[in-house]
């Protein structure tokens, strides 16, 4: 079968959650965030290989954390660039040559089900890329001045995109090329896909999928992760 390798983006400030305070280390029902996160990969039977691009100088604590949680899937540390981009950038190059598929995962992302690793997976093997993903259901307004209201977004056309965003590895690496040939900084993988006119496919996230940004998102998270700790079971040994 060919590879799958996967990507964990772990080498963010997370500057919204406050200076002191690396959201990826805070203990959520008894782990780090990233464990968690590293654990979903971990146990997805699909995922071959992890990378993990993380902020130089804690590749010790990273390695701390494979030992303690007893992590066995072959792993690499690969330090994180200036922007996300040059983060995903240098988690390609480690990944390996018989690499088909590259899941590209946050690291403050813990709740992230197998099913929708392998969804996406399976539409990026289809058409190239995919990306998990939401439709929005609240009313969006315009706003030019952060103030007032421009005017109101047709909803019904609008996606909140999370992660795993999934690609063929030729294909990603390719556009994140472009990026670099261009000068531009991207807010995610999908947007460098769509720079070479690339299709991505929206995979529905049915189960929630947050990502630890604010510290209002820490209790949620923390209750998402306590319910799904018992069907652990059906990402296998």
Same mark, same amino acid.
């Given at each position: 079968?060919?590879?799958?390798?996967?990507?964990?983006?772990?080498? *963010?400030?997370?500057?919204?959650? *406050?200076?002191?305070?690396?959201?990826?280390?805070?203990?959520?029902?008894?782990?780090? %965030?990233?464990?968690?996160?590293?654990?979903?990969?971990?146990?997805?039977?699909?995922?071959?290989?992890?990378?993990? %691009?993380?902020?130089?100088?804690? +590749?010790? $604590?990273?390695?701390?954390?494979?030992?303690?949680?007893?992590? &066995?899937?072959?792993? #690499?540390?690969?330090?994180?660039?200036?922007?996300?981009?040059?983060? %995903?950038?240098?988690?390609?190059?480690?990944?390996?040559?018989?690499?088909?598929?590259?899941?590209? +995962?946050?690291?403050? #992302?813990?709740?992230?089900?197998?099913?929708?690793?392998?969804?996406?997976?399976?539409?990026?093997? !289809?058409?190239?890329?995919?990306?998990?993903?939401?439709?929005?259901?609240? @009313?969006?307004?315009?706003?030019?001045?952060?103030?007032?209201?421009?005017?109101?977004?047709?909803?019904?056309?609008?996606?909140?995109?999370? $992660?795993?965003? $999934?690609?063929?590895?030729?294909?990603?690496?390719?556009?994140?090329?472009?990026?670099?040939?261009?000068?531009? $900084?991207?807010?995610?993988?999908?947007?460098?896909?769509?720079?070479?006119?690339?299709?991505?496919?929206?995979?529905?996230?049915?189960?929630?999928?947050?990502? %630890? @940004?604010? #510290? !209002?998102?820490?209790?949620?998270?923390?209750?998402?992760?306590? &319910?799904?700790?018992?069907?652990?079971?059906?990402?296998?040994?």
């Amino acid at each position: 079968m060919p590879m799958v390798s996967g990507i964990i983006v772990a080498a *963010g400030k997370g500057t919204r959650m *406050g200076a002191k305070v690396d959201k990826l280390f805070l203990e959520l029902d008894g782990a780090p %965030v990233i464990v968690h996160t590293w654990r979903r990969f971990e146990q997805a039977r699909i995922i071959d290989e992890i990378i993990l %691009v993380v902020r130089e100088g804690l +590749q010790p $604590t990273y390695q701390e954390i494979a030992k303690k949680y007893e992590f &066995r899937k072959r792993f #690499r540390l690969v330090a994180g660039g200036a922007e996300r981009q040059d983060s %995903v950038w240098n988690g390609l190059q480690a990944i390996v040559a018989e690499a088909e598929i590259v899941v590209i +995962q946050d690291g403050a #992302r813990p709740c992230t089900s197998d099913e929708l690793i392998k969804t996406t997976i399976i539409a990026a093997r !289809e058409v190239g890329a995919a990306v998990a993903a939401q439709p929005i259901t609240d @009313t969006i307004k315009e706003s030019a001045d952060g103030r007032f209201i421009a005017r109101t977004l047709e909803r019904s056309k609008l996606w909140s995109v999370q $992660t795993p965003q $999934t690609f063929r590895a030729e294909i990603i690496r390719r556009a994140l090329e472009e990026v670099r040939k261009r000068k531009l $900084t991207v807010s995610d993988d999908t947007a460098a896909c769509e720079l070479i006119g690339q299709a991505v496919k929206l995979v529905a996230s049915a189960e929630p999928n947050p990502k %630890v @940004t604010r #510290r !209002e998102d820490v209790s949620f998270v923390e209750m998402l992760l306590r &319910r799904g700790r018992g069907s652990s079971e059906s990402f296998g040994p």
